[in-house]
């Protein structure tokens, strides 16, 4: 919703600085989206005078103009604007003016004479003749009156204006209107608010009794209509401070009829309509469901076809409107009406959304009607309406209007508690406060009676926590000081487990990988992507009872296929390197049909691709468990998940027990899901890894003696792996081994086939003393003999 704040004024006297305005006004519970001036693409263009007009030297279709802006000497501006003539009053460009659209003027050579700025249209500016009606259809833009000179153009014209832009709630239709949003601001500024003053003459002949009927057939879908008829119509341009208005607020200027009921909406927040009187059959308006296969041709020329669930207005003979939606063309008022209908009325709003979704036909009156409307706005706005047509004078208003309204809406009354209030907001508001604010927003309150009568344009106001949301809201959420709430035992934090979570986050972030975050939905398709064979447990799932669709349909027991749709977003973006994380739930059921609610274990997974290789995300994954001082943590082949490459996976174990594996994808999955480049996934059990996560560290004095430091080669079969070399020195390396580091793995032209290089750094240290030779000898003696007799190993000689 749009709020010209020019308009605003005629309703609170409002003088505040705009920032503070959007400030204010947010505090007190309208959100403000942003906010923006009309105007301020166009500056350096000031009004002038053409003094002088001279042929072009060089040039039959140019001219040279001496324009004078009101300084000394007039400029000189070279121009092909065929309408321009001596006398007439123009807006000048001056060098370096800005224009919509990013347009800068400079001073320009056009064929050997300099032109010092340019005369500018009103398309130039920004808008067209239905903004400005006396603008010509080519050409340059003639003030149609003389102006004061080198003035900026944009006060000239009154183009002016600063419009907020509100982000309303569907449960405050009254706000969906300027008359709405000033109630709002007059109470938070507590100035007096103004309604418009509506008064009609009622100047023609005739009894509008005798012009037209109206008959209601489903009064749950229109609960209220009313019409009124205005005779003598005269088509013409609006006048421009209703232009202005309208153009603020984002709607187009038409003529003076259409205008007045976008005015109207703009202004009250109720849709109105105009007939043309003479076309509607039986001089009869008739609310009723549309007809089976029945069809209308609307304002946009399209036909339409309509159903029985739809509302329409019609004569005796046919449908004129879509209820709520729009006119039709058969009824349309255009320039040879004479005497035109006003609709005022009130329709259902869930079946006008219905409505105009399924005729793909939203418009600015179906999204009001939609929010609600209160039904005794529309006798106002009908009577605003025809206030407008009198006071432009094009037409005059008949005496009386039909009013249909079966069941009268009326307000409604809440009991309130100021001990009940203040205890739900945590305040100390006086009840003469209280009752102050809600006079403010125009409820009626009775102190005595301890309760407060609703005026019907608040639908939300529906119990006393309502109440205490509209003193909270005026008192000032600012002063309302935070405590906690009564019985609350201690000062929350997070439980251990969550503490483990955002480690885990912590961690896989600091390597530089991104969060990401699925649904928990997805397709039974998704297992023969990942190559999961029939009759696998991981093919057991929760099947939705109402999906969006079959690609919706199941609960995950597997996260693989979210993350391996995330990758292959970012792959085929042409992101060359991607490193996505997620902890996220599966869904395991526990026996087969499902009759109860599934295990919901989380899982952490990690895909990577680009930049990395299987060693790095490995890495990734000692870095996380490091973290969480899970130092057990051993790597063993893994040859038996189907998505997996069998020769690049590992399965993580500590302390004995499977936490997850890490490794390459299978390249017949990676094509399934359109991935050109190896990926690496991992895979852990969050539950697993908070069960053996040791958050308690243990320090020990910095060593006080020396280290001695043995490097040693060795020769073993390409079948024997690093981790049981590491097993056997350490098994044999007694008290006084400190650390074990592999720093080389050769296989080359100088080893035997089937055997490869593999080199450790050995660090001792006793910490009573200072190590010799000998005692580390013997113990080398003892490793090297142990890793002979377990592993085959042979001492390399170089």
């Known amino acids: 919703m749009d709020l010209s704040m020019s308009w605003l004024k005629d309703y609170v006297d409002v003088d505040t600085d705009i920032k503070d305005f959007v400030e204010d006004i947010t505090l007190s519970g309208s959100k403000v989206e942003n906010w923006s001036e009309i105007g301020s693409e166009i500056t350096n263009v000031v009004t002038g005078k053409v003094m002088e007009i001279i042929k072009h030297p060089n040039a039959d279709r140019l001219v040279i103009c001496k324009v004078d802006i009101g300084k000394d000497m007039p400029l000189t501006i070279v121009t092909h604007a065929p309408n321009v003539v001596e006398g007439a009053y123009v807006c000048v460009a001056l060098d370096g003016a800005t224009l919509p659209g990013g347009i800068t003027i400079h001073d320009t050579d056009f064929r050997g004479v300099m032109s010092y700025g340019m005369m500018c249209s009103v398309e130039e500016m920004g808008f067209d003749r239905h903004d400005f009606p006396e603008a010509p259809e080519e050409g340059i833009y003639l003030f149609p009156e003389p102006v004061e000179l080198g003035v900026d153009v944009v006060d000239a014209m009154d183009i002016r204006d600063k419009v907020v832009e509100f982000e309303i709630t ?81 709607v187009r200027p038409i003529n003076n009829i259409v205008d007045i009921t976008n005015y109207v909406m703009l202004e009250l927040g109720q849709p109105m309509h105009a007939f043309t009187i003479g076309n509607i059959d039986g001089k009869k308006i008739i609310v009723r469901n549309a007809e089976e296969g029945e069809k209308i041709t609307t304002l946009d020329g399209n036909e339409r076809q309509l159903d029985p669930s739809m509302l329409v207005i019609s004569d005796v003979n046919k449908a004129v409107a879509v209820a709520g939606v729009m006119g039709g063309e058969n009824s349309k008022v255009n320039g040879s009406s004479d005497t035109i209908l006003f609709e005022s009325a009130n329709f259902n709003g869930p079946n006008i959304r219905i409505t105009a979704k399924k005729l793909g036909l939203r418009t600015d009156a179906s999204a009001k009607y939609e929010k609600g409307l209160d039904p005794n706005l529309a006798l106002d706005a009908v009577n605003r309406a025809v206030q407008l047509v009198e006071m432009l004078g094009c037409g005059e208003v008949v005496k009386g209007m039909v009013d249909c309204y079966p069941n009268k809406r009326e307000p409604w009354t809440l009991e309130y508690s100021p001990e009940k209030i203040n205890k739900l907001l945590g305040t100390d508001v006086s009840e003469d406060e209280m009752i102050e604010i809600f006079k403010r927003i125009e409820l009626v309150p009775d102190k005595a009676t301890k309760t407060v009568v609703i005026p019907t344009f608040r639908p939300d106001l529906e119990s006393m926590a309502d109440l205490a949301e509209e003193v909270a809201r005026f008192y000032g959420y600012s002063k309302i000081v935070p405590t906690l709430a009564a019985g609350t035992p201690t000062v929350g934090k997070r439980t251990y487990a969550q503490n483990i979570t955002a480690m885990i986050k912590n961690s896989l972030i600091s390597n530089g990988l991104c969060e990401a975050m699925t649904y928990s939905f997805e397709s039974p398709k998704v297992f023969d992507k990942l190559r999961i064979p029939e009759g696998d447990k991981l ?105 997996m490459h069998p020769g690049r996976t590992a399965q993580i174990d500590v302390d ?35 069960h053996a996560a040791k958050l308690v560290s243990t320090y020990k004095a910095l060593p006080k003696f020396p280290a001695m430091i043995r490097d040693i080669s060795m020769l073993v079969k390409d079948h024997v792996y690093v981790r049981d070399i590491e097993k056997v020195i350490a098994a044999n390396g007694g008290d006084i081994l400190e650390n074990i580091e592999l720093f080389d793995v050769y296989k080359g032209g100088q080893i035997a086939d089937g055997y490869k290089s593999v080199s450790f750094s050995i660090t001792f240290r006793a910490d009573d003393r200072t190590l010799v030779d000998d005692e580390v000898n013997a113990v080398m003696a003892d490793i090297l003999k142990a890793l002979e007799e377990k592993l085959g190993a042979v001492l390399r000689d170089k």
């Open 170 to 250: 569907s449960n405050r239709p009254d706000c969906f209107s300027t008359v709405g949003l000033a109630r709002e601001v007059a109470a938070t500024y507590k100035k007096k608010f103004k309604y418009p003053e509506i008064t009609v003459k009622e100047e023609a002949d005739g009894d509008i009794n005798d012009m037209i009927e109206v008959e209601i057939k489903n009064p749950e879908l229109c609960p209220r209509y009313i019409a009124r008829v205005v005779k003598n119509v005269k088509i013409e341009p609006s006048p421009r401070w209703m232009r202005k208005r309208l153009r603020s607020n984002g």
């Open 539 to 643: 093919r057991d799932t929760v099947t939705i009872s109402n999906p969006l669709g079959e690609d919706y349909s199941i609960m995950r027991t597997t996260t693989l296929n979210s993350m391996l749709t995330s990758l292959s977003t970012n792959y085929n973006r042409r992101n060359e390197t991607a490193g996505l994380f997620e902890i996220a739930k599966v869904y395991i059921p526990k026996a087969v049909p499902v009759t109860e609610l599934p295990d919901e274990p989380v899982k952490i997974t990690i895909g990577m691709y680009g930049n990395t290789d299987f060693y790095g995300i490995k890495g990734i994954v000692e870095h996380t468990l490091d973290t969480l001082g899970i130092t057990t943590a051993e790597f063993e082949p893994l040859t038996t998940l189907p998505w």
């Open 656 to 690: 004995g027990k499977a936490v997850g594996y890490v490794g390459e994808l299978h390249p017949t999955v990676a094509k399934n899901y359109g991935i050109g480049a190896r990926a690496y996934i991992a895979v852990l059990d969050e539950a697993e890894l908070i």
